[in-house]
Nanobody, 119 residues
Framework: QMQLVESGGGLVQTGGSLRLTCAASGRTFSSYAMGWFRQAPGKGRDFVASIRWSSGGTSYASSVEGRFTISRESTKNTVYLQMDNLKPEDTAVYLC????????????WGQGTQVTVSS
């Protein structure tokens, strides 16, 4: 089993920044990709960003492109989400996920960290 633990959420004003951290532990870490998703109250879970572990290739939702940056630190089995120019509509629980293979989908999930952006 792999465990994912998120941290770094909090309350910030519009235009502010936060950096989320996702630390992976447990079984020998072997992940095809890792991603960030978010879920606002009463809404479904939305894709935010992903990174391929070996190549570092990234992908973003159009709503966050240019404002959020996903990165990884391989030696620490850690993924980051730098969020700049935050907007009230970014308010959500942010969840980290890991895909063990190219066809597995995201099969490991963290518990989430709350991000609240005040207007």
């Amino acid at each position: 089993q792999m465990q994912l633990v998120e941290s770094g959420g909090g309350l910030v004003q519009t235009g502010g920044s936060l950096r989320l951290t996702c630390a992976a532990s447990g079984r020998t870490f072997s992940s095809y990709a890792m991603g960030w998703f978010r879920q606002a109250p009463g809404k479904g879970r939305d894709f935010v960003a992903s990174i391929r572990w070996s190549s570092g290739g990234t992908s973003y939702a159009s709503s966050v492109e240019g404002r959020f940056t996903i990165s990884r630190e391989s030696t620490k089995n850690t993924v980051y989400l730098q969020m700049d120019n935050l907007k009230p509509e970014d308010t959500a629980v942010y969840l980290c996920a890991a895909a063990s293979g190219p066809r597995s989908g995201y099969d490991y999930w963290g518990q989430g960290t709350q991000v609240t952006v005040s207007s």
